[in-house]
Structure formats: C-alpha cells, structure tokens
C-alpha cells in the first residue's frame, strides 16, 4: 500500500527509472527518446504527486497533526519541482543536451531530496525510525553518478 514507508519508497525508485531513461537517451543522443522519457516522467510526476496530495500527505496528517508544517513544505516542494521538470521537458524537446543535461541534475538532486524527506515523515508517522531493512538508499544521495 503507498501509505506505508515501502510503497512510497517502490512509487520514487520508479520515479528514478524515468530519470535513468532520460540519462541513457541523452548519453545515446536519442532526441526522440531524451523527449518520450522526459514527457513519461511528467506524467508519472503528476500523478505521484497526486497520490502524495490526496492520499498521503491527509492520511499523515489526520495520524500526526504535528507534521502538518513539514507536508506543507513538501507541498510547496512539489510545485518547485513540477517548475524544475518543465525545464526538463522544454529542454529535451530544444534538444539542447547541454541545458538538459543541467536541468536533469538539479531535478534528480532535488527530488531525492524531496522523496528522502517525504519517506522520513510517514516512516515517522507510523512511528518507524529507521529504513526498513534491505531498503536501497535514497534517491539522489551517494548515488554514484555516469562519466559525462
């Protein structure tokens, strides 16, 4: 179930295959792949953060009221994020790689940080304290990054 620490961290490491498909279609110079990649991430985007609005972040919190400023924040994350993946999309179709390849590591940077946060809260809210056990790292830290 996505409101428990598994499913949302399962929901952002599919997330991170579209990132992946991005990178790999850059690196290829595929400009047809660089655009289907960077368009499925928007909508794959759109509705995870949906799922997060709707069903996650109401679930937090009426469970723990007291983290209603950190889904807040998290809410306001995610319109800065929607802001950065236009830049994505609008360099993938300009086929500008130089851009894209830029505007590819500020969205991956930030929304690792934004999953690694939303994870934290609703591991708290259910009281957990740690990853569960044989969870990957989250994404966007110690990431071991392609050669360019």
């Known amino acids: 179930m996505v409101t428990d620490r598994g499913g949302l961290a399962f929901q952002h490491r599919r997330l991170e295959t579209f ?3 991005i990178g790999l279609a850059l690196e290829r110079e595929d400009r047809r792949q660089c655009e289907t990649a960077a368009f499925r991430l928007q909508g794959a985007m759109h509705a995870h953060f949906d799922v997060e609005a709707q069903v996650i972040f109401p679930s937090i919190r009426g469970r723990r009221p007291e983290l209603a400023r950190e889904l807040d924040a998290l809410e306001r994350d995610q319109q800065r ?3 950065q993946l236009d830049t994505v999309c609008t360099s993938a179709l300009a086929s500008d790689a130089a ?3 830029v505007a590819l590591a500020d969205f991956r ?4 940080r934004h999953e690694q ?3 934290s809260i609703l591991g708290r809210a259910h009281g957990e304290d740690a990853a569960p056990p044989g969870a990957p790292p989250p994404p966007g830290s110690d990431r071991p990054t392609r050669p360019r």
Request: aromatic share 0%; glycine share 6%; net charge negative.
């Open 19 to 21: 990132l992946d498909e």
């Open 81 to 83: 994020l929607l802001l």
């Open 99 to 101: 851009t894209l390849r």
């Open 109 to 112: 940077r930030e929304l690792g």
């Open 117 to 119: 946060t939303a994870e």
